[in-house]
């Protein structure tokens, strides 16, 4: 089982992008598009319970698709840069496909009998 | 501080005239030349960040025909630190803006004059202050081949005597940060 999460804040125009990337990295793996977790942070304090870092924010079982280092909690359009360097509102669709497939991987690691968990 | 005249601009009406300094407190204003893109943006906003290169280098390729380009940050720098007047300067210093002066518009009256939306928002102005253009740099701030189309060709037609085409676009971006 994995678990896909979007968490956006409506101020910032991406998250349609961002969805709709998601989803299709989601088919192209054999899980279902449609059970994207979405949530709207609506708050700053939403934000900083949330640990949301900016808009859109993708997490595949509580992890960050990408690493948000030290940003602060806020509501704000997320700065992501693509694997070539450019800037883009949203994450590079090649790390949000290796996100989904380690935790894939991982499921089905853990799923086949006597997988080591050392 | 920001110096304010005329009302809400939209295509062919006159835009508002301001004054307003650069990171290093030299004073723009709008008009002169043959055409002047008052372009809003900012430090933290992704869609600003990943236009920027296309509108630095319309102001290189259209300065010698006496296109003018002013970028404004009007965002509210007490919520959003990375759009401080250092943060500004520190941008200008590592050579983000060459030849295109960045302004700070800490009261926001110049972003409230102008109806401004989004970084970016931009307005492009002909020799008489009137709003030829408004709206994105160009379709898709994801791909950089699109080489900000609608702004040049908005100004091919200014510096032509025409009208552009599209006259206005649906500007694209990030809130501007008001203060609450």
Known sequence: MVRVELLFWAGCPSHPQALADLRTRMALLGLDPDRVEIREIGSESEAESERFVGSPTIRVNGADVVDPADRPAALTCRVYHRRDGRVSPTPDPADVHDALMAALAAATGAAQPGTSRS | ?180
């Not at chain 2, 501080?1 to 301001?18: K, N, Q, S």
């Not at chain 2, 206005?168 to 990030?174: K, L, M, S, Y």
Request: glycine share 6%.
């Open chain 2, 1 to 180: 501080m920001a110096t304010i005249e005329d009302a809400a601009p939209a295509v062919g009406r006159t835009a508002p005239d301001f004054s307003l300094p650069d990171t290093e407190g030299t004073v723009h204003e709008p008009g002169g030349g043959a055409a002047t893109v008052v372009v809003f943006t900012c430090n933290h906003c992704p869609y600003a960040l990943a236009w920027h290169a296309r509108i630095v280098a319309v102001a290189g390729d259209y300065a010698d025909r006496g296109v003018r380009v002013l970028a404004i940050n009007s965002n509210d720098a007490a919520r959003y630190p990375d759009d401080s007047l250092e943060a500004m300067r520190a941008r200008v210093q590592s050579g983000d803006f060459e030849g295109v002066p960045y302004l700070s518009d800490a009261s926001q009256q110049v972003a409230h004059a102008y109806d401004a939306k989004t970084t970016p928002d931009v307005f492009v102005l002909d020799p008489d202050r009137v709003v030829r253009y408004r709206g994105a740099v160009d379709a898709d701030q994801d791909n950089p081949s699109l080489n900000a189309a609608w702004l040049r060709s908005a100004l091919d037609a200014v510096l032509a005597g025409r009208n552009p085409e599209p006259a206005e676009t649906a500007p694209v971006g990030c809130t501007i940060k008001w203060r609450r």
